[in-house]
């Protein structure tokens, strides 16, 4: 078991997750996850489109095209795997479809924080995920644009670590969670 102050997954507040749809091993980018210390949050814009009819003096305007944000994750790592740096690999050499759903959760971490520290109860990545996500986004039909495989490197440590990544998307869900009576 892991000390709480050496666990990874717990400075993480954001976990993402990649999922080709296919069914394929983790360990080939089928389904993988990652822990990232900052994520920018998608963000669609849409123009004003102009339209002028006739002999009409002003013109009208009705929504133009959505446009969506590139998203960056940054400063994260995942458990011994290059799964996403394979992903942009896929990408950049045209190796069948690189297409995925991308999940974001956003985890409040005061409750693990705030643990006793006599508290029996081992902290795993078990207990980590059985916690409900403040909020998700799902990124759909994404694939990464930009890779910067690697922070500093650390010889002490067993995990493979994602200085950044952009990602591409079409289209996005925001699902917050529901609040639970005490």
Do not use: C
């Amino acid at each position: 078991m892991r000390p709480l102050t050496d666990d990874f997954l717990h400075s993480m507040r954001f976990h993402v997750r990649v999922d080709d749809g296919s069914g394929a091993d983790p360990l080939q980018y089928g389904t993988v996850q990652a822990g990232f210390s900052n994520v920018t949050t998608p963000e669609v814009t849409v123009e004003a489109a102009e339209y002028k009819e006739g002999l009409d003096v002003y013109t009208q305007k009705y929504p133009g095209n959505p446009s969506m944000s590139d998203i960056t994750l940054s400063r994260g790592v995942t458990f011994s795997d290059t799964s996403f740096y394979d992903w942009i690999r896929t990408v950049v050499e045209g190796r069948g479809g690189y297409r995925a759903t991308v999940t974001i959760e956003h985890f409040h971490r005061i409750g693990f924080l705030n643990r006793n520290e006599g508290d029996p109860t081992p902290f795993s990545r078990l207990n980590l995920e059985s916690n409900s996500p403040a909020a998700k986004y799902v990124l759909y039909n994404a694939f990464p644009i930009r890779d910067k495989v690697a922070a500093d490197l650390d010889a002490t440590s067993s995990e493979v670590s994602i200085q950044e990544m952009d990602v591409a998307y079409e289209y996005f869900d925001l699902i917050l969670a529901t609040p639970t009576a005490p």
